[in-house]
């Protein structure tokens, strides 16, 4: 079976723009959550989505929203970019009934703001 | 004071030595603990669980000490394959449960 998915890999951007990232999760997964890791640290909690409904939202701005669709793909939109957004953005699946035990990972779409 | 600490390292160890790093958390409720291995430029991925009698897998072992509020990662005859940043992960208490991500500790094996 097809791990966690994402696109683009590699994403490259000028302030101002907006950018959608996409992610598939791993067949039977109902939750998908996303986050920004920025070099050296750990991975932020952006978003929590579970059965197409939002589940949980981190210390982001409004400039950041997200959706899933009834496939349980889901979206990542990122508007009015700043230098400060650029990061691996990376989606990860999980089981899980809005509680993830554990998740799994796609392999990230970078993205760099110029 | 962050919600999970790490020491960032690098840990420079010799192949086939022990190697342990800690990792602290500040909220005495988290109930889940765990510990992730990224590979540079790379997602992570799940290495291990945290129980709270302690668990092994192979050549790693997990430590958990709810006292002092601290999960530990013991790796055993240490491979150059071994060579990665380990993520402590802790489950949060708020109301959605998310996980709250370590900084992550380098380790570098030296042949």
Same mark, same amino acid.
């Given at each position: ?25 791993i ?7 996303w ?13 929590q989505y ?15 929203s ?10 990542l ?8 957004d650029?990061?691996?953005y ?25 | 004071?962050k919600?999970?600490e ?9 192949? *086939? ?9 500040? @909220?005495? %409720? =988290? !109930? ?6 990224? &590979? ?13 009698? *302690?668990n ?8 958990? @000490?709810? %006292? =002092? !509020? ?6 055993? &005859?240490?491979?150059?394959?071994d ?8 489950? *949060? ?15 570098i094996?030296?042949?």
């Open positions: 079976d097809a791990g966690v998915t994402q696109s683009p890999t590699h994403l490259i951007k000028t302030r101002g723009q907006h950018v959608t990232l996409r992610c598939s999760p067949s039977g997964h109902k939750s998908v959550s986050y920004q890791q920025v070099l050296g640290q750990g991975p932020q909690f952006i978003f579970y059965e197409k409904e939002e589940r949980g939202r981190g210390n982001f701005p409004d400039r950041f997200a959706r899933q669709f009834p496939n349980y793909s889901s979206e939109n990122v508007n009015a970019l700043l230098l400060g650029s990061a691996l990376l989606c990860a699946s999980s089981l899980g009934s809005g509680a993830p035990r554990s998740q799994y990972f796609g392999p990230g779409t970078r993205l760099t703001v110029l | 004071r919600e999970v790490q020491d960032p390292g690098p840990f420079n160890v010799p192949e *086939g030595a022990t190697v342990a790093f800690n990792c602290t958390y500040s @909220n005495s %409720a =988290s !109930q889940s603990f765990f510990w992730y291995r990224q &590979d540079c430029r790379k997602e992570p991925k799940l290495l291990m669980s945290v129980y709270s009698s *302690g092994e897998d192979g050549r790693f072992t997990a430590q958990l @000490n709810r %006292a =002092s !509020q601290y999960i530990s990662l013991l790796i055993r &005859d240490s491979k150059l394959s060579s990665a940043t380990y993520l402590c992960v802790v489950r *949060g208490m708020d109301s959605n449960y998310q996980l709250i991500w370590g900084a992550g500790t380098k380790l094996i030296k042949p």
